[in-house]
């Protein structure tokens, strides 16, 4: 009787471990459901292509200036980004020395300063020439002595040359006394315009001015130092200023040898600033022939490209970016730089004329740029037209500042 029992018992829980399992699956079959629904939901979603279209009236599009390219597909040269330095051409960069000993003056009363631009032919500093082992301060005994001097020898040449008028002397004989006049002059001159210059704190007199040479530019250019300063004495040979050329101006840019084989040096090179926009200014620079420098520690040699410098945009000495043009081409879509948006977050863009009137922004990947042209990754079709003029008046248009 108890077995019967404990069979009975035993069969129930069973039972009821069975009908336990079933209603367990049974409440998971709803869950599983409810996981195949997304955690969000977007209403209204838009594409990008349907933000971007621009429809603008035939008046509209004349005074915007709106101009179109087509896009082609072929190859372009790859360039290669290099850093460069703005230097002076050779022989454009000079230092200017004491031809002789004597007293440095300020050209015209004023103290030139390093970085001032000159005219060729412009005088910076004049020079008061000093006999030799004597110093500037000149004494009235040596002024009266060249005085007397010279008014021995203008007697002397006005007798050459009365006795010449009366036949009596000869035409050699004045030739040698009025180059003897002239000697005594400039002597007299230069011992008088010394004790000016020793008892005067003003050198602008005529005396001082006629008795200095002028020391003046080769060419035309920028003062880069000066090494000397007003009414100091110097020696002959004594280094007083440097002077360099600032228009044209060479970049010399270190190449790695490794790339060296592949840059083609007949291509002019693009220059510009660091930290420049993408699309900011670029100056073309003409390659040109320059010493034959490399650099053992970095394995970089040397090239040289020539870049005219009329508005002073770049200084010597100044550090560039410069992309030289490689002889590996690549095919792909090819636009015009000017054809290129950049966004506010640096995104690259073209504006497509999709039907008369029409244009559709596009967002494209730029690959790398050579000169005026740009080699995209990714954007329109080939055949398709590009915007080139008016890009920034119709990006105003379609975010409403444009008129």
């Given at each position: 009787?108890?077995?019967?029992?404990?069979?009975?018992?035993?069969?129930?829980?069973?039972?009821?471990?069975?009908l336990?399992?079933?209603?367990?699956?049974?409440?998971?079959e709803?869950?599983?459901?409810a996981?195949?629904?997304?955690p969000?939901?977007?209403?209204?979603?838009v594409?990008?292509?349907a933000?971007?279209?621009v429809t603008?009236?035939?008046?509209?599009?004349?005074?915007?200036?709106?101009?179109?390219?087509?896009?082609?597909?072929?190859?372009?040269p790859?360039?290669?980004?290099?850093?460069?330095e703005i230097?002076?051409p050779?022989?454009?960069?000079v230092?200017i020395?004491?031809?002789?000993?004597?007293v440095?003056?300020?050209?015209?009363?004023?103290?030139?300063?390093a970085?001032m631009?000159?005219?060729?032919?412009?005088?910076?500093f004049?020079?008061?020439?000093?006999?030799?082992?004597q110093?500037?301060?000149?004494?009235?005994?040596?002024?009266a002595?060249?005085?007397?001097?010279?008014?021995?020898?203008?007697?002397?040449?006005?007798?050459?040359?009365?006795?010449?008028?009366?036949?009596?002397?000869s035409?050699?004989a004045?030739?040698?006394a009025?180059?003897?006049?002239?000697?005594?002059?400039?002597?007299?001159?230069?011992?008088?315009?010394?004790?000016?210059?020793?008892n005067?704190?003003n050198?602008?007199s005529?005396?001082?001015?006629h008795?200095?040479?002028?020391?003046?530019?080769?060419?035309?250019?920028?003062?880069q130092?000066?090494?000397?300063?007003?009414?100091?004495n110097?020696?002959?040979?004594?280094?007083l200023?440097?002077?360099?050329s600032?228009?044209?101006?060479?970049?010399?840019?270190?190449?790695?040898v490794g790339?060296?084989?592949?840059?083609?040096?007949?291509?002019?090179?693009?220059?510009s600033?660091?930290?420049?926009?993408?699309?900011?200014?670029?100056?073309?620079?003409?390659p040109?022939q320059?010493p034959?420098?490399?650099?053992?520690?970095?394995?970089?040699?040397?090239?040289?490209?020539?870049?005219?410098?009329?508005?002073?945009?770049?200084?010597?000495g100044?550090?560039?970016?410069v992309?030289?043009?490689?002889?590996?081409?690549?095919?792909?879509?090819?636009?015009?730089?000017a054809?290129?948006?950049?966004?506010i977050?640096g995104?690259t863009?073209?504006?497509?004329?999709?039907?008369p009137?029409?244009y559709?922004?596009?967002r494209?990947?730029?690959?790398?740029?050579?000169?005026?042209?740009?080699?995209?990754?990714?954007?329109?079709e080939a055949?398709?037209?590009?915007?080139?003029?008016?890009?920034?008046?119709?990006?105003?248009?379609?975010f409403?500042?444009?008129?």
């Amino acid at each position: 009787m108890n077995k019967h029992h404990i069979f009975r018992k035993l069969a129930g829980l069973f039972a009821l471990c069975i009908l336990l399992a079933s209603t367990w699956s049974c409440s998971k079959e709803p869950k599983a459901a409810a996981g195949n629904t997304p955690p969000a939901k977007v209403q209204n979603g838009v594409k990008e292509s349907a933000l971007t279209t621009v429809t603008l009236s035939p008046q509209a599009e004349q005074r915007l200036g709106v101009e179109t390219v087509i896009v082609e597909r072929r190859k372009l040269p790859r360039a290669l980004e290099l850093g460069g330095e703005i230097i002076a051409p050779p022989g454009r960069e000079v230092t200017i020395a004491a031809p002789v000993a004597g007293v440095v003056l300020a050209a015209n009363g004023t103290e030139p300063q390093a970085g001032m631009t000159v005219r060729k032919g412009q005088a910076v500093f004049r020079l008061l020439p000093l006999p030799a082992g004597q110093d500037f301060i000149g004494a009235p005994e040596e002024v009266a002595l060249k005085k007397t001097q010279y008014r021995v020898t203008l007697a002397k040449a006005e007798r050459a040359r009365q006795l010449l008028q009366d036949k009596a002397g000869s035409e050699k004989a004045l030739q040698e006394a009025q180059a003897e006049l002239a000697i005594a002059e400039a002597a007299y001159k230069s011992a008088e315009a010394r004790l000016q210059l020793s008892n005067s704190h003003n050198p602008d007199s005529d005396i001082i001015a006629h008795s200095t040479m002028a020391l003046a530019a080769p060419f035309d250019g920028v003062v880069q130092h000066i090494d000397v300063a007003p009414r100091q004495n110097v020696a002959a040979g004594t280094a007083l200023f440097q002077i360099a050329s600032q228009n044209p101006v060479w970049v010399r840019t270190p190449v790695y040898v490794g790339d060296l084989s592949s840059v083609d040096r007949q291509q002019p090179a693009r220059i510009s600033s660091f930290g420049a926009a993408k699309d900011g200014a670029a100056f073309e620079a003409q390659p040109v022939q320059g010493p034959t420098l490399s650099d053992a520690n970095a394995a970089s040699t040397d090239l040289y490209f020539e870049l005219q410098n009329t508005e002073q945009r770049f200084r010597i000495g100044e550090k560039v970016a410069v992309s030289v043009v490689q002889q590996s081409e690549r095919k792909g879509l090819v636009v015009p730089v000017a054809a290129i948006l950049y966004d506010i977050q640096g995104g690259t863009w073209v504006y497509v004329k999709t039907a008369p009137q029409v244009y559709t922004r596009q967002r494209i990947e730029l690959q790398y740029v050579v000169g005026e042209l740009a080699l995209l990754a990714r954007g329109p079709e080939a055949g398709a037209e590009v915007v080139t003029a008016g890009v920034a008046e119709i990006f105003g248009t379609e975010f409403g500042g444009g008129k």
